[in-house]
């Protein structure tokens, strides 16, 4: 039986144990990984899977149940679960399936791996890494390539085949020096190709140069209110206070959010636009289908600091009656500004370079604090030391209404496209 | 699921295992009474591990047939002949280290249906919405998570293993002055629901016991910044245990640069701390995460890791026993079936001392008790940050004003060093899921511990 007849298959195998309206995803993966482990390639991987996801409502009854695997009669038993478990939710209007659309084959990436190159890269890698940065210590490094080929079908008459291809990776590293040891960082990328050396992608070769630098940190003294630069790498860290979290179903079903009441208007400073661009080129890694079966589009969430949309599911949109978003998120592309890492450093009397935070989640508010790792003191405009046990306190709603510039240049992750930002207000505490 | 592949034994060749694995999950979620979760899955198929003169194949797949076994092991095979192929990195084979064990610790009661579980979240839930009904929001979750693994090596090892791991996790939000607050508490251990749970108004004390935490950080003041006389009680003690000690001597992260590379042999810590990373068995109670024979098939040992201040051993699998010529640990483990075995803690924890919670508070004159973590990380020089739940202010040996959270940091060897009291009680806590480079399950545990320990400020 075909991937697409067994999909079918499993729709019906909904429908016959009894659900009214019935939801069927299976992903086909397969995955090819190279690792290092303690500057040594250690491990080829290899792995196949087959999951399917099954929804069943049945009397405005809400269930689901997964397995993976082909075989017909699990999949029967599946399907029937998540009909039985349907039975224990209460009836609820706000559970629902996408409405037909029409049906769709996507298709982007590659096909297959070329192993061979992957090895070379990762081996290259090592080598430059060995003889630029003898003291760095590549802990782990990872290069995978994924191939996902998604079948989505629902009762109403969605169809949509969706085939992705590409390549990711990861390094893990930290620098040592006899007894000194250097705070951990790391990195990672997404790509349709793997000619291009590992070490000139991303922020890999400034990252592992700063590493050896920050061998040697100095505390700092006391406790100010200032400036940080965040780079790319490190943004996601409050970026997602809004993106997974304040956006979101459970804090505007539960009506926790800072946002709830800002539709339309200013959430952050002029000048920040955020997308979500999931079948743009630049995403390496998109989606063409939402978790909810619809097809994906490419969504502004913030424009100009405006906030455009939140970021509800169809449950969510149905449970608060706000509007569905049109995408599922993720996939960031933040637009550039118009300054050097030295312009947007040239003002601040006394702040940090932010590479990486280590710190709690944030609560409901968006109150955070943590350490500042991998970091540099700026001092009159000049970065100058690698910082130890600095930590940062800041709101980050405040933060984002008071971005202070955003650079020119950016960082292409793949996932992702980030320029640095620097923010004011935010308390800086020493030992 | 099949629990014994010494059938296909035959077809293993130089080093090679195979192992079959399901996880199971269901999971039922609460939110304001909505019912937001409602469902279960499984995930299984075999996986084969292939190591040839150093370089190591894996492969995984859906199944637990012939066929399935016979593809895995081909896959891995020829992933280690590409590796060794241009590697050439000639080292001898694995030591031969056989263990065998079969632990089942499924529940003999009948299973609850989906229904049922679904009721007794939605008991909790309508006990909160009735009594607390100020209250802003509310979260009820259950979450069962069943491991099932059977294993069979070259060297002769097999195993079978099932360990259930259930959670019962209720939040409520309140606000103080506009501002969001937050409370929540679970309970989490070994075992299937039925075993660990009896009926819902058992869990009302605890339910009450979250409001009035939830209350009291309403109520809270934050502590001040700097480095302050603390009492971490046994949650942020276990977290310390695991995070900021238990990683910097996992032998994988110890060949990466982690500060204890340099520390085999010294004093790490005051005298009365000792820390163990438990196999199975701790005091003489079972642990969170019972392992008899790791996922490499070696029979698991405590790993000592702090004995009497001292570090004296790293947690290790196969290949580092092998590199640094010490014991084995039984430190492998994977997580999903397409998981390679890497190494990871099981049960660690900062052993009992031997004083009374009660005269350590009172012998604080002007610090904290910082109860409950809500996330930690740390990092390879040891240096740590938690967030803290809650707790209390401690004012000339007397609790005062309640805490409403804090972020606290340090150096985990230089806070050692300052340990001067530690409980003779200790408790676990085994809702903790590791995630170094796979998601997978942790226990850690620990005595009140009397310390000096930096306190972020605002």
């Known amino acids: 039986m075909s991937d697409k007849n067994t999909a079918l298959f499993c729709l019906e195998s909904l429908k016959q144990a009894g659900a009214d309206k ?3 995803v299976l ?8 690792n290092v482990d303690c500057d040594k390639l250690s491990l080829l991987r290899t792995g196949y899977d087959t ?5 069943a409502i049945k009397d405005g009854r809400r269930g689901t149940a997964s397995l993976n695997g082909c075989a017909r009669p699990e999949i029967e038993k599946a399907a029937a679960s998540a009909v039985e478990f349907s039975k224990a939710s209460p009836s609820d209007p706000a559970y629902d399936i996408a409405p037909a659309q029409p049906a769709k084959v996507f298709e982007s990436g590659l096909a297959a791996p070329d192993l061979g190159a992957m090895y070379d890269r990762l081996s290259a890698l090592l080598a430059q890494a060995r003889a630029k940065y003898p003291r760095l210590k590549l802990v782990q490094a990872i290069v995978n390539f994924n191939r996902k080929t998604e079948y989505f079908l629902n009762s109403n008459g969605v169809d949509f085949t969706s085939s992705t291809g590409y390549y990711d990776g990861s390094v893990f590293f930290l620098s040592q020096d006899g007894k000194k040891t250097s705070s951990f960082n790391y990195s990672g990328f997404t790509s349709r190709e793997m000619e291009k050396e590992l070490i000139g992608r991303v922020s890999i070769d400034t990252l592992f140069r700063q590493s050896a630098e920050q061998l040697d940190t100095k505390p700092l003294n006391g406790k100010f209110e200032g400036e940080i630069i965040v780079t790319p790498d490190c943004l996601i860290n409050f970026l997602q206070f809004i993106t997974a979290m304040a956006l979101r179903d459970a804090s505007l079903i539960s009506g926790s959010s800072v ?17 979500s661009r999931p079948v743009s080129y630049e995403i390496v890694d998109g989606y063409f289908v939402t978790p909810d079966g619809f097809e994906a589009e490419n969504t502004t969430i913030i424009e100009n600091g405006v906030l455009k949309t939140f970021l509800l599911s169809l449950y969510g949109a149905n449970k608060t009656g706000l509007p569905r978003v049109s995408c599922s998120a993720g996939c960031d592309v933040i637009e550039p500004g118009d300054k050097t890492l030295e312009e947007l450093a040239a003002p601040i009397k006394k702040g940090l370079l932010v590479t990486r935070v280590s710190g709690n989640n944030p609560n409901e508010s968006g109150d955070f604090s943590g350490v500042a790792k991998n970091s540099y003191y700026i001092e009159n405009g000049k ?3 690698p910082v130890s046990e600095t930590m940062i306190s800041c709101n980050i709603p405040k933060m984002f209404m008071d971005i202070r510039g955003i650079s020119k240049e950016r960082v292409d992750f793949g996932s992702a496209v980030y320029p640095w930002l620097s923010f004011g207000g ?6 | 699921m099949k629990k014994d592949l010494k059938e296909y034994a035959a077809l293993l060749g130089g080093y090679s295992e195979l192992r079959l694995q399901e996880n199971r999950n269901a999971n039922i979620s609460l939110m304001n009474g909505n019912l937001v979760a409602n469902g279960q899955t499984a995930a299984g198929g075999l996986s084969a591990r292939v190591y040839r003169n150093g370089a190591w194949g894996f492969a995984s797949a859906p199944g637990a047939d012939v066929e399935t076994v016979k593809k895995v092991l081909a896959a891995a095979a020829r992933n280690a002949e590409f590796l060794d192929s241009r590697l050439k990195k000639g080292l001898p084979p694995l030591p031969s280290l056989p263990g065998s064990a079969v632990h089942d610790l499924s529940t003999r009661k009948n299973r609850k249906s989906q229904k049922e579980l679904v009721d007794f979240a939605t008991e909790i839930d309508g006990y909160i919405a009735g009594k607390y009904k100020a209250l802003k929001g509310r979260r009820v979750s259950i979450q069962g998570l069943d491991m099932e693994k059977a294993y069979v090596n070259s060297y002769g090892s097999s195993s079978y293993s099932m360990t259930p791991r259930s959670t019962l996790r209720v939040v409520m939000f309140t606000e103080k002055d506009g501002v969001p607050v937050q409370a929540s508490d679970y309970v ?7 075993d660990v749970f009896s009926e819902p108004a058992a869990l009302f004390s605890f339910v009450d016991g979250i409001y009035e935490k939830l209350r009291r950080s309403a109520e809270g003041v934050y502590p001040e910044a700097g480095l302050k006389e603390c009492i971490l009680d046994a949650d942020l003690a276990g977290i310390l245990a695991h995070e900021a000690v238990g990683h910097t001597t996992e032998a994988d992260l110890v060949l990466g640069g982690s500060v204890s590379a340099g520390l085999m042999g010294k004093v790490v810590a005051s005298p009365m701390v000792n820390l163990t990373d438990f196999a199975h068995t701790c005091l003489g109670r079972p642990c969170h995460i019972p392992v008899y024979v790791d996922d490499e098939g070696v029979t698991a040992k405590d790993a000592v890791i702090i004995k009497d201040g001292v570090l004296t051993s790293y947690m290790h699998n196969r290949e580092s026993a092998a590199h640094f010529g010490a014991a084995p640990t039984g430190n492998a483990r994977a997580s999903e079936f397409s998981d390679e075995p890497l190494i990871r803690m099981r049960n660690t924890a900062i052993l009992p001392g031997k004083d009374k919670l ?3 508070v009172s012998s604080v004159k002007d610090g904290y008790y910082l109860a409950g973590w809500t996330n930690g990380q740390a990092d390879s020089t040891s240096e740590f940050t938690f967030g803290v739940m809650g707790g209390y202010e401690i004012k000339n040996g007397k609790f005062a004003r309640s805490l409403r959270g804090a972020t606290v940091s340090g150096v985990a060897f230089e806070l050692l060093k300052t340990v001067t009291m530690l409980s003779s009680d200790m408790s676990w806590s085994a809702i903790g899921m590791c995630g170094k480079k796979q998601s997978i399950p942790a226990a850690m545990g620990g005595p009140a511990v009397k310390c000096l320990i930096n306190i972020g400020g605002r």
């Open chain 1, 22 to 24: 019935a939801q069927c």
């Open chain 1, 27 to 34: 992903t086909n993966t397969e995955k090819h990984e190279f």
């Open chain 1, 51 to 55: 999951s399917i996801k099954f929804t």
């Open chain 1, 259 to 275: 946002y709830k009441d800002k539709l339309g208007r200013q959430i952050a400073s002029p000048g920040f636009t955020l997308h």
């Open chain 1, 383 to 385: 970065i100058l030391y």
């Open chain 1, 426 to 431: 935010v308390t800086v505490s020493g030992k």
């Open chain 2, 188 to 194: 989490c251990s070994v075992g299937h629901f039925e």
């Open chain 2, 358 to 360: 009660a005269d350590m």
